[in-house]
């Protein structure tokens, strides 16, 4: 009975400690959009990301032509709320799609 009661005790006390930790996660990031950009006065094409819920970080994912070959161009890591962009290189100067990358904090 004695083993029982310590079971159940020390199985109580793991639920609690936990329980602090779960409740402050912040959810992964979501409402996110992305689209393509532009340029007014420049002549290189660009992408944006952002996401407005959770927590974390949201990344602009550009792929750009030449016209003949593709590449990817990444923008920085920003925080849940900010604009990511993503520029295409001088060498890929069209964007011809738009993503986004999320991670949590």
Same mark, same amino acid.
């Given at each position: 009975?004695?083993?029982?009661?310590?079971?159940?005790?020390?199985?109580?006390?793991?639920?609690?400690?936990?329980?602090? @930790?779960?409740?402050?996660?912040?959810?992964?990031?979501? +409402?996110?959009?992305? +689209?393509?950009?532009?340029?007014?006065?420049?002549?290189?094409?660009?992408?944006?990301?952002?996401?407005?819920?959770? @927590?974390?970080?949201?990344?602009?994912?550009?792929?750009?032509?030449?016209?003949?070959?593709?590449?990817?161009?990444?923008?920085?890591?920003?925080?849940?709320?900010?604009?990511?962009?993503?520029?295409?290189?001088?060498?890929?100067?069209?964007?011809? @799609?738009?993503?986004?990358?999320?991670?949590?904090?």
């Amino acid at each position: 009975m004695k083993i029982m009661t310590l079971a159940t005790i020390v199985a109580a006390a793991a639920v609690v400690s936990l329980t602090p @930790g779960v409740a402050n996660a912040e959810p992964i990031p979501s +409402g996110c959009t992305s +689209g393509n950009g532009y340029p007014s006065a420049g002549k290189y094409y660009y992408t944006w990301a952002k996401c407005t819920v959770g @927590g974390g970080y949201v990344q602009a994912v550009a792929t750009c032509t030449n016209g003949r070959v593709t590449t990817k161009a990444r923008g920085p890591w920003v925080y849940v709320g900010s604009y990511s962009t993503a520029h295409c290189p001088d060498t890929h100067q069209r964007a011809i @799609g738009h993503a986004y990358t999320i991670k949590k904090y």
